[in-house]
């Protein structure tokens, strides 16, 4: 019998439909193609592929009971190790981790890993997720302030060992940048609810409008509590700092996701918070988030959304995913560009950009080539909104309120591999130790610091 | 939730509300402010804390009926609650012995003065108040602050109490006549402008405390964002207060208009309804 030497592909809106609706691209996987597809997997002995993976989910495991059709199984073995599937299921980079590794690489494309775990999540949703057994109590206190993916998973897995969780949460909605950032169309907020009452049905609970820093302080929280979390994110964005930065007309890709997002400024006016959405639209940066930027560009009714980056496609960091969509939906990169100025009209309003041409020199620090500015190149651009995606630095917030704590240089909490701060109680995962990095490495770090926790309490009583 | 406890008409426009927020109260300072949403589909604003008790567990805010948000916060009544509340933010006014404190107030924004110059005189200060407003029925808090002030000043656009004319006029003449050792205003954005513009001359340090759109209040988005002295500072973590002297006010103007259209939408709707 012959191999099947590639993943199927996941049924999925035509991008001339999904570029005029805010719901998710791709359908998912049904019974019938998701057993097809985990019976490529080979069952490897060293199972290579959980090494790429930061929650240490048994990958062969749950593509084993797939594959006999047994999905209750499956779902089990990865609750086992993930409380929050059907947000990873859509989020991963998995070309980078768990299909990065597999063996089937060697013959064409790897196992649909991430199709694979999003398949499971959403069967169980349907169905309706039972919580597990509750442990018996161990009578300890833990406060996670933050329930971004860092802090939802810390407080599962610590609620699973038996321990009483409290996540303070400073906006009205849970879920951090899975909420504010990430896009309806790429990951509801449907299912981001969901995945957290779950979390919630595990015995967690959660306050609102808790400003950790403000509202409540760290040491505050430290009286009451056994062991602190903190999980607050890289919520700082980043600037270009050039002029006609405050233009009316250019805004961080924060600012412009969470009106959309988070506020749900689509629906304006049924929603009142308004985004103002000009014909020509320029997104500055080639994340993940600049991707979500301009492809919410395109269903907010821009004629044009740009990408200019100033190195080139090899380099950038989003996810292959999202740049094929992004393409596929009419986004236009102008690679090797970089801004120098924003122009605006006479009543501020932002009306061109100028940039300058880039060529590559020599690699960098972080290992991708340097680019260059080519003198003399300078050329402009009439754009009607500009949207800043250059990254975001760690929460200043916590650090300021809390001098003991060590800080990095990039204003991030020092951390170990477990998460333990240079406060003995303090422990901290995620953006807000690493600076801005992916919603899994922030599972994975929640996970970590959970574990250490515990071992923290058990040798303390 | 969040209740309200009272509420009180100032004017035609202008609204006080108590609202029950004892973990805010507990640790608002004067200077701060609060965000609030009043249900699942309104946006967060921003609203300067006008007074707040700890062991009532209430915060008071002083509200203009400018746009859809405030016109529907207006609307409701004691025992209502709203959604969300969260605070205190920003950084509190750094209250110390200055020596002789001249505060000035314009509209709504005499609101959040008031706690400021309860601290300042409690701190020490002679304060002299100068309020300013449209016409004499707009006037906030006018026996409260007189209470706190050593001397105090009124001026009304249409003469119809104390001066006829600006704040600055009579703070000019306040200049002329004391020893000022700081300014704190605030009010509309142009009166903190002219006020700042002239104590510059005098080179009397001014504080004043900026009201830029805001989204989260927890330094996220970077909507509020003002140059101060050719730097971007965010207003919900780094101020609300900033050196008067270094505001680029014109750019603040300029982004408090960013949405008038789509506020005017919404307000028009909000009325057919």
Same mark, same amino acid.
């Given at each position: 019998?012959?191999?099947?030497?590639?993943?199927?592909?996941?049924?999925?809106?035509?991008?001339?439909?999904?570029?005029?609706?805010?719901?998710?691209?791709?359908?998912?996987?049904?019974?019938?193609?998701?057993?097809?597809?985990?019976?490529?997997?080979?069952?490897?002995?060293?199972?290579?592929?959980?090494?790429?993976?930061?929650?240490?989910?048994?990958?062969?495991?749950?593509?084993?009971?797939?594959?006999?059709?047994?999905?209750?199984?499956?779902?089990?073995?990865?609750?086992?190790?993930?409380?929050?599937? +059907?947000?990873?299921?859509?989020?991963?980079?998995?070309?980078?981790?768990?299909?990065?590794?597999?063996?089937?690489?060697?013959?064409?494309?790897?196992?649909?890993?991430?199709?694979?775990?999003?398949?499971?999540?959403?069967?169980?949703?349907?169905?309706?997720?039972?919580?597990?057994?509750?442990?018996?109590?161990?009578?300890?206190?833990?406060?996670?302030?933050?329930?971004?993916?860092?802090?939802?998973?810390?407080?599962?897995?610590?609620?699973?060992?038996?321990?009483?969780?409290?996540?303070?949460?400073?906006?009205?909605?849970?879920?951090?940048?899975?909420?504010?950032?990430?896009?309806?169309?790429?990951?509801?907020?449907?299912?981001?609810?969901?995945?957290?009452?779950?979390?919630?049905?595990?015995?967690?609970?959660?306050?609102?409008?808790?400003?950790?820093?403000?509202?409540?302080?760290?040491?505050?929280?430290?009286?009451?509590?056994?062991?602190?979390?903190?999980?607050?994110?890289?919520?700082?964005?980043?600037?270009?700092?050039?002029?006609?930065?405050?233009?009316?007309?250019?805004?961080?890709?924060?600012?412009?996701?969470?009106?959309?997002?988070?506020?749900?400024?689509?629906?304006?006016?049924?929603?009142?918070?308004?985004?103002?959405?000009?014909?020509?639209?320029? &997104?500055?940066?080639?994340?993940?988030?600049?991707?979500?930027?301009?492809?919410?560009?395109?269903?907010?009714?821009?004629?044009?959304?740009?990408?200019?980056?100033?190195?080139?496609?090899?380099?950038?960091?989003?996810?292959?995913?999202?740049?094929?969509?992004?393409?596929?939906?009419?986004?236009?990169?102008?690679?090797?560009?970089?801004?120098?100025?924003?122009?605006?009209?006479?009543?501020?309003?932002?009306?061109?950009?100028?940039?300058?041409?880039?060529?590559?020199?020599?690699?960098?620090?972080?290992?991708?080539?340097?680019?260059?500015?080519?003198?003399?190149?300078?050329?402009?651009?009439?754009?009607?909104?500009?949207?800043?995606?250059?990254?975001?630095?760690?929460?200043?917030?916590?650090?300021?309120?809390?001098?003991?704590?060590?800080?990095?240089?990039?204003?991030?909490?020092? &951390?170990?591999?477990?998460?333990?701060?240079?406060?003995?109680?303090?422990?901290?995962?995620?953006?807000?130790?690493?600076?801005?990095?992916?919603?899994?490495?922030?599972?994975?770090?929640?996970?970590?610091?959970?574990?250490?926790?515990?071992?923290?309490?058990?040798?303390?009583? | 939730?969040?209740?309200?406890?009272?509420?009180?008409?100032?004017?035609?426009?202008?609204?006080?509300?108590?609202?029950?927020?004892?973990?805010? #109260?507990?640790?608002?300072?004067?200077?701060?402010?609060?965000?609030?949403?009043?249900?699942?589909?309104?946006?967060?604003?921003?609203?300067?804390?006008?007074?707040?008790?700890?062991?009532?567990?209430?915060?008071?805010?002083?509200?203009?009926?400018?746009?859809?948000?405030?016109?529907?916060?207006?609307?409701?009544?004691?025992?209502?609650?709203?959604?969300?509340?969260?605070?205190?933010?920003?950084?509190?006014?750094?209250?110390?012995?200055?020596? &002789?404190?001249?505060?000035?107030?314009?509209?709504?924004?005499?609101?959040?003065?008031?706690?400021?110059?309860? +601290?300042?005189?409690?701190?020490?200060?002679?304060?002299?108040?100068?309020?300013?407003?449209?016409?004499?029925?707009?006037?906030?808090?006018?026996?409260?602050?007189?209470?706190?002030?050593?001397?105090?000043?009124?001026?009304?656009?249409?003469?119809?109490?104390?001066?006829?004319?600006?704040?600055?006029?009579?703070?000019?003449?306040?200049?002329?006549?004391?020893?000022?050792?700081?300014?704190?205003?605030?009010?509309?954005?142009?009166?903190?402008?002219?006020?700042?513009?002239?104590?510059?001359?005098?080179?009397?340090?001014?504080?004043?405390?900026?009201?830029?759109?805001?989204?989260?209040?927890?330094?996220?988005?970077?909507?509020?964002?003002?140059?101060?002295?050719?730097?971007?500072?965010?207003?919900?973590?780094?101020?609300?207060?900033?050196?008067?002297?270094?505001?680029?006010?014109?750019?603040?103007?300029?982004?408090?208009?960013?949405?008038?259209? #789509?506020?005017?939408? #919404?307000?028009?709707? #909000?009325?057919?309804?």
């Amino acid at each position: 019998m012959s191999i099947r030497r590639t993943k199927p592909e996941m049924p999925e809106q035509s991008p001339r439909e999904r570029i005029k609706n805010f719901k998710e691209v791709p359908f998912g996987y049904g019974k019938e193609i998701a057993i097809q597809e985990a019976n490529r997997c080979l069952q490897c002995k060293n199972k290579p592929c959980m090494k790429g993976c930061p929650v240490e989910i048994d990958i062969p495991g749950f593509v084993a009971c797939i594959a006999k059709g047994d999905f209750d199984k499956a779902a089990e073995v990865i609750k086992a190790k993930n409380n929050l599937p +059907a947000i990873s299921g859509r989020v991963c980079p998995y070309e980078n981790q768990c299909e990065g590794e597999c063996t089937l690489k060697k013959l064409g494309e790897p196992l649909g890993i991430g199709r694979l775990e999003r398949f499971i999540a959403d069967y169980e949703r349907e169905k309706g997720k039972k919580p597990p057994k509750k442990p018996e109590s161990t009578g300890k206190k833990i406060a996670v302030v933050g329930s971004g993916p860092a802090g939802l998973t810390c407080a599962g897995d610590l609620a699973r060992m038996g321990h009483a969780v409290t996540i303070f949460e400073a906006l009205h909605d849970p879920g951090g940048v899975l909420m504010y950032g990430i896009p309806e169309f790429r990951l509801p907020k449907a299912i981001v609810k969901s995945e957290v009452e779950y979390i919630k049905s595990l015995g967690v609970n959660i306050h609102y409008d808790i400003v950790v820093g403000k509202t409540i302080t760290v040491q505050e929280i430290m009286n009451d509590y056994d062991a602190v979390f903190i999980g607050t994110g890289a919520g700082l964005p980043n600037w270009l700092n050039i002029p006609g930065e405050n233009l009316d007309g250019v805004y961080s890709a924060n600012e412009f996701l969470t009106r959309v997002n988070m506020m749900k400024a689509y629906r304006f006016p049924e929603y009142d918070t308004p985004v103002k959405m000009g014909k020509v639209v320029v &997104t500055f940066g080639a994340g993940n988030v600049a991707m979500d930027c301009a492809r919410t560009s395109l269903r907010l009714g821009a004629e044009k959304s740009y990408i200019l980056y100033r190195r080139t496609e090899t380099e950038m960091p989003a996810r292959a995913e999202e740049i094929e969509h992004a393409k596929q939906e009419g986004v236009i990169f102008k690679l090797l560009i970089a801004p120098i100025r924003f122009i605006g009209d006479e009543k501020g309003i932002l009306k061109e950009v100028e940039y300058l041409k880039m060529q590559l020199g020599a690699p960098d620090e972080s290992g991708r080539r340097r680019p260059i500015p080519i003198p003399g190149s300078e050329e402009k651009l009439a754009i009607d909104t500009a949207l800043v995606a250059i990254g975001q630095s760690p929460n200043p917030l916590i650090p300021q309120t809390m001098k003991e704590l060590k800080i990095g240089k990039h204003g991030n909490i020092i &951390t170990d591999e477990e998460g333990r701060t240079s406060i003995p109680k303090i422990f901290a995962g995620g953006d807000i130790a690493t600076g801005a990095a992916t919603v899994i490495l922030a599972m994975g770090a929640g996970k970590r610091a959970a574990r250490a926790i515990d071992a923290y309490l058990k040798n303390k009583s | 939730m969040y209740e309200i406890i009272e509420k009180k008409l100032l004017s035609d426009s202008v609204k006080l509300m108590k609202i029950k927020a004892p973990l805010v #109260a507990q640790k608002a300072l004067p200077g701060q402010f609060i965000i609030l949403r009043i249900d699942e589909k309104g946006e967060r604003i921003p609203l300067t804390i006008a007074d707040s008790d700890s062991k009532e567990g209430s915060i008071t805010i002083i509200f203009l009926e400018v746009g859809k948000t405030t016109k529907q916060l207006g609307a409701l009544n004691v025992g209502d609650s709203i959604e969300n509340f969260a605070g205190p933010l920003g950084m509190p006014s750094e209250v110390k012995k200055y020596g &002789t404190v001249v505060c000035v107030g314009g509209g709504v924004g005499i609101a959040p003065l008031y706690p400021i110059i309860k +601290a300042l005189k409690q701190g020490g200060n002679r304060v002299i108040s100068i309020l300013g407003a449209k016409t004499a029925d707009l006037l906030l808090l006018e026996k409260e602050i007189h209470v706190f002030s050593d001397e105090s000043y009124i001026a009304t656009d249409d003469g119809s109490k104390g001066h006829k004319g600006f704040v600055s006029e009579v703070l000019q003449q306040v200049i002329d006549r004391h020893k000022v050792d700081m300014v704190m205003a605030i009010g509309p954005i142009i009166m903190m402008k002219v006020v700042s513009t002239l104590t510059k001359k005098y080179n009397i340090k001014t504080l004043v405390s900026l009201n830029p759109i805001m989204v989260d209040g927890t330094g996220m988005c970077g909507g509020c964002r003002v140059s101060i002295d050719g730097k971007t500072k965010f207003a919900c973590v780094d101020g609300p207060e900033f050196d008067g002297h270094k505001v680029d006010y014109d750019n603040l103007m300029l982004r408090n208009r960013r949405f008038v259209h #789509a506020e005017g939408e #919404a307000c028009r709707l #909000a009325d057919v309804q």
